[in-house]
């Protein structure tokens, strides 16, 4: 999981969560948006886009403005402005990995992926958990304050155990957006996944989230979960019900832009960096007490894994080839720099030469000689030669 921030149109910096598939292979992006008042942190939000990224999406998850982390003032904000946010988030996305195919929103804040989905070509499925059927409907948690809003301009509202102070405009906002017309202009895919004992925001709004949108469209039962999906087993299995239904729709990553390595970093980012490598993305960086973040390995240990992995290749593909019985190989890989005159046999015979000390661990019932001939064998490795040999780096400027 990786923390960041970004900036959003009006100016505050908003702080999310970025979960990652493990082992770096997603099929693709994903925004989620919370729930009215919550916070990117809610038991829901967490359970359910790390059961995502376990299936192989990359998850932003962030606190709209004035919640959680982010900056600015909720008393500013309204549902419109919950849809900048998400389409701020969405671009900065877009920017740093890619553009996201799938929004999935809980309660209100499914209500506002269906409502900026238009603004998002990139956008192939929309999924909503418990949402209401009109962003009016959350004034009905307003009560009696409801009156004193719209006579005074504003008042303090409790809302799960907090107070916030909600201004007449945030009522005004909330009943000036029309989506049953968006719905049926909404040209992708939807799930509705609700529980019918709801007893927040009542299973009619998800029937009249159904009969405005046209097909594609699903409906899925939560059964007893409660509103916040507190128990992490309804958030996992809604987790794993939207995996298996959005990649139906998904669009394929192009392969032929993916080939080879992009490297992609910001100067406020420090040095951190993003590493795409076809469908499987990395991270590097430095660690803290070198200036970085230590999100991801550094450069060099990148280098030392390529001989590493490329060792350990090597040598199960030769013990399969000759029917050796070698059960496992593995291998560390220690970088240092030594001093020229302190090598015997380097070419160099000035300043510093790098080092790569390469240990080998074999398992299995090999005699002395298999072993002997499975260290020869690890200095054949392609990564070991091209390192060994000479290196040709050729650097240019990108077109515009």
Same mark, same amino acid.
């Given at each position: 999981?990786?923390?960041?921030?970004?900036?959003?149109?009006?100016?505050?910096?908003?702080?999310?969560?970025?979960?990652?598939?493990?082992?770096?292979?997603?099929?693709?992006?994903?925004?989620?948006?919370?729930?009215?008042?919550?916070?990117?942190?809610?038991?829901?939000?967490?359970?359910?886009?790390?059961?995502?990224?376990?299936?192989?999406?990359?998850?932003?998850?962030?606190?709209?403005?004035?919640?959680?982390?982010?900056?600015?003032?909720?008393?500013?904000?309204?549902?419109?402005?919950?849809?900048?946010?998400?389409?701020?988030?969405?671009?900065?996305?877009?920017? @740093?990995?890619?553009?996201?195919?799938?929004?999935?929103?809980?309660?209100?804040?499914?209500?506002?992926?269906?409502?900026?989905?238009?603004? +998002?070509?990139?956008?192939?499925? !929309?999924?909503?958990?418990?949402?209401?059927?009109?962003?009016?409907?959350?004034?009905?948690?307003?009560?009696?304050?409801?009156?004193?809003?719209?006579?005074?301009?504003?008042?303090?509202?409790?809302?799960?155990?907090?107070?916030?102070?909600?201004?007449?405009?945030?009522?005004?906002?909330?009943?000036?957006?029309? +989506?049953?017309?968006?719905?049926?202009?909404?040209?992708?895919?939807?799930?509705?996944?609700?529980?019918?004992?709801?007893?927040?925001?009542?299973?009619?709004?998800?029937? @009249?989230?159904? @009969?405005?949108?046209?097909?594609?469209?699903?409906?899925?039962?939560?059964?007893?979960?409660?509103?916040?999906? $507190?128990?992490?087993?309804?958030?996992? /299995?809604?987790?794993?019900?939207?995996?298996?239904?959005?990649?139906?729709?998904?669009?394929? @990553?192009?392969?032929?832009?993916?080939?080879?390595?992009?490297?992609?970093?910001?100067?406020?980012?420090?040095?951190?960096?993003?590493?795409?490598?076809?469908?499987?993305?990395?991270?590097?960086?430095?660690?803290?007490?070198?200036?970085?973040?230590?999100?991801?390995?550094?450069? /060099?240990?990148?280098?030392?894994?390529?001989?590493?992995?490329?060792?350990?290749?090597?040598?199960?593909? /030769?013990?399969?080839?000759?029917?050796?019985? +070698?059960?496992? !190989?593995?291998?560390?890989?220690?970088?240092?720099?030594?001093?020229?005159?302190?090598?015997?046999?380097?070419?160099?015979? $000035?300043?510093? !030469?790098?080092?790569?000390?390469?240990?080998?661990?074999?398992?299995?019932?090999?005699?002395?000689?298999?072993?002997?001939?499975?260290?020869?064998?690890?200095?054949?490795?392609?990564?070991?030669?091209?390192?060994?040999?000479?290196?040709?780096?050729?650097?240019?400027?990108?077109?515009?």
């Amino acid at each position: 999981m990786t923390r960041i921030r970004f900036q959003a149109r009006h100016g505050n910096q908003l702080t999310g969560r970025l979960e990652m598939p493990p082992g770096g292979l997603w099929r693709a992006t994903a925004v989620f948006a919370h729930c009215f008042t919550c916070s990117k942190d809610i038991r829901a939000a967490r359970s359910i886009t790390r059961a995502l990224a376990q299936a192989g999406y990359a998850v932003l998850r962030f606190d709209f403005t004035g919640l959680g982390e982010s900056e600015g003032d909720f008393t500013d904000t309204s549902f419109s402005s919950n849809l900048d946010d998400l389409e701020d988030a969405s671009n900065w996305l877009t920017e @740093q990995y890619e553009a996201p195919q799938l929004l999935l929103g809980h309660s209100l804040g499914g209500t506002a992926v269906l409502a900026v989905a238009e603004r +998002l070509d990139s956008v192939r499925a !929309v999924a909503t958990i418990g949402a209401p059927s009109s962003p009016e409907h959350v004034l009905k948690q307003f009560g009696d304050n409801l009156e004193k809003i719209e006579e005074h301009g504003r008042a303090e509202v409790e809302l799960a155990g907090r107070s916030f102070h909600i201004r007449r405009d945030f009522i005004e906002d909330a009943r000036n957006h029309d +989506l049953a017309g968006r719905l049926r202009k909404l040209r992708r895919a939807l799930l509705i996944m609700h529980a019918p004992q709801d007893r927040v925001v009542h299973i009619d709004n998800a029937e @009249q989230i159904y @009969q405005a949108a046209l097909h594609p469209k699903s409906f899925v039962s939560l059964d007893d979960a409660d509103p916040l999906l $507190s128990n992490p087993a309804d958030a996992e /299995y809604a987790a794993r019900v939207i995996s298996a239904w959005a990649g139906r729709f998904l669009e394929p @990553q192009d392969k032929e832009s993916n080939q080879g390595v992009r490297v992609s970093g910001r100067s406020d980012q420090g040095f951190l960096c993003h590493i795409q490598v076809g469908e499987h993305t990395l991270l590097a960086d430095e660690p803290e007490d070198k200036g970085g973040t230590d999100q991801g390995p550094d450069p /060099y240990d990148y280098l030392a894994s390529a001989l590493g992995s490329c060792t350990v290749m090597t040598l199960n593909m /030769y013990a399969r080839h000759k029917k050796l019985p +070698l059960e496992r !190989v593995s291998c560390e890989v220690h970088h240092s720099k030594v001093h020229a005159e302190d090598c015997a046999d380097c070419e160099s015979k $000035s300043g510093k !030469v790098d080092q790569l000390h390469r240990v080998i661990h074999i398992e299995g019932d090999l005699d002395e000689a298999q072993k002997e001939r499975l260290l020869e064998i690890a200095d054949r490795c392609p990564v070991h030669r091209s390192l060994d040999k000479e290196i040709r780096i050729i650097t240019s400027g990108a077109e515009e």
